[in-house]
């Protein structure tokens, strides 16, 4: 028997990570030493006490049913009290919060629960590739706002037309970004805000990152413009911010409808998070936060040793004020920012991201990430300097 994947799905493309991890597999194997500065994986662990509220829990006889679809009502409270505390914003722990099983699952079920065929989705390019993928399995259609350095990574959301504008029915956003590691200021969200109000467009803004920040600056949240929640969704994690990407705990905070669309449809699809879980993150997101600036210093270090290196070897970048990434383009006489992280991979064993994967605005650059201990990082840069000189 043949069996053939559903239409919706035959466009689905295995997870570019995925892939690549199959080709370092063969590398290793072949005895090649690998460094991985291509995945956006947190090295560092949770604080003790998130591990540690997590294992008492674990022991409690009464934490090992199903827990509540959305997170449990404390969890929400949580996310509340996180939102309140951090941004000053005051959110409904019923009503304007749900909580994901790892934000990715929410950002993916946001299409479902609201794209139609032929709706239109404005897309930024480049972009994490879960927005286009949603838009795939739902056949909306994509309009995609170029992220341009002279832009400052931002969409310019006077060069949409129109008739695009009228039609569209969702934007997405992204800061801090991945993989630009841009930053977007309060006024561009208050922009967007209007944009969104004239328009009647959703704004689904991805906010993992808005934690990872360095030199002192702090992301703010789109939620703080006061009308946001009329139009606007955003998805938050504990995964960067708390060093938890595996433990998949992440928040849909804002517009109640959206909140309440993704609660019932989530409702049939999973039976929620270990219950345990929800304890550590409760404590994660409660509990002492003095932790994160000590370790976004770990990673502004990183940050430092990747940018004087570039520097040295020419690349075009602004240094990133947030997220994980380093962005930069490939200096000259390299064009193919594919064939340039293909060839330093099977020379040196560094492995970086090119800026294709994540969309055509992306041609020309590579993606650098700061998830490395600063001794490993330092011989990856090591290596790349020997390379490009030698090449
Ligand atoms: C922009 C962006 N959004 C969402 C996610 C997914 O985060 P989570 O671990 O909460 O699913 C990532 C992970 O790398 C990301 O870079």
């Not at 000053?88 to 993916?108: A, M, N, Q, Y």
């Not at 480049?126 to 399995?137: C, E, F, K, R, S």
């Not at 995609?144 to 969409?155: H, I, K, R, T, V």
């Not at 946001?228 to 969704?233: D, F, L, M």
């Amino acid at each position: 028997m043949i069996i053939e994947s559903a239409k919706r799905v035959s466009q689905v493309k295995p997870y570019f990570f995925a892939k690549l991890g199959d080709t370092i597999e063969v590398l290793k194997k072949s005895g090649k030493d690998i460094i991985r500065l291509d995945i956006g994986s947190p090295d560092l662990p949770p604080k003790d006490f998130i591990i540690e509220a997590l294992v008492d829990a674990a022991r409690r006889p009464d934490m090992h049913g199903y827990g509540q679809s959305g997170g449990s009502d404390s969890l929400r409270k949580a996310f509340a009290s996180y939102y309140a505390r951090r941004f000053g914003i005051d959110l409904d722990p019923d009503r304007e919060l749900v909580g994901l099983i790892g934000s990715k699952e929410g950002l993916f079920n946001l299409s479902q629960v609201i794209l139609n065929k032929g709706d239109w989705v404005l897309m930024p390019d480049p972009g994490y590739p879960v927005y286009g993928v949603g838009a795939v399995i739902t056949r909306a259609k994509p309009y995609y706002m170029p992220l341009l350095a002279e832009n400052d990574f931002l969409p310019d959301l006077e060069a949409i037309p129109t008739e695009i504008a009228n039609k569209a029915r969702l934007m997405w956003l992204n800061y801090p970004n991945n993989p630009t590691g841009a930053v977007a200021p309060y006024d561009f969200f208050e922009k967007v805000v209007a944009f969104a109000k004239r328009n009647e467009i959703i704004i689904a803004h991805d906010a993992p990152y808005v934690d990872v920040c360095f030199d002192n600056y702090e992301a703010p949240s789109i939620l703080q413009v006061p009308s946001a929640k009329e139009v606007a969704i955003e998805f938050n994690s504990l995964s960067k911010t708390y060093n938890m990407a595996g433990w998949r705990v992440g928040v849909a905070a804002g517009n109640r409808e959206i909140v309440c669309l993704l609660r019932v449809y989530k409702s049939q699809l999973d039976s929620s998070h270990f219950k345990p879980i929800m304890e550590a993150a409760k404590a994660a997101l409660l509990g002492d936060q003095s932790w994160i600036a000590e370790r976004n210093m770990v990673y502004q270090k990183r940050r430092d040793i990747i940018v004087s290196t570039l520097r040295e070897l020419d690349f075009d970048f602004e240094v990133p004020k947030a997220s994980l990434y380093v962005w930069a383009r490939i200096p000259s006489p390299y064009v193919d920012s594919i064939a340039f992280c293909d060839e330093l991979l099977h020379a040196t064993g560094v492995s970086i991201t090119p800026g294709e994967l994540y969309g055509p605005s992306g041609a020309g650059y590579v993606r650098i990430s700061l998830v490395t201990p600063e001794g490993i990082l330092e011989e990856a840069m090591c290596r790349l300097k020997k390379w490009m000189r030698g090449n």
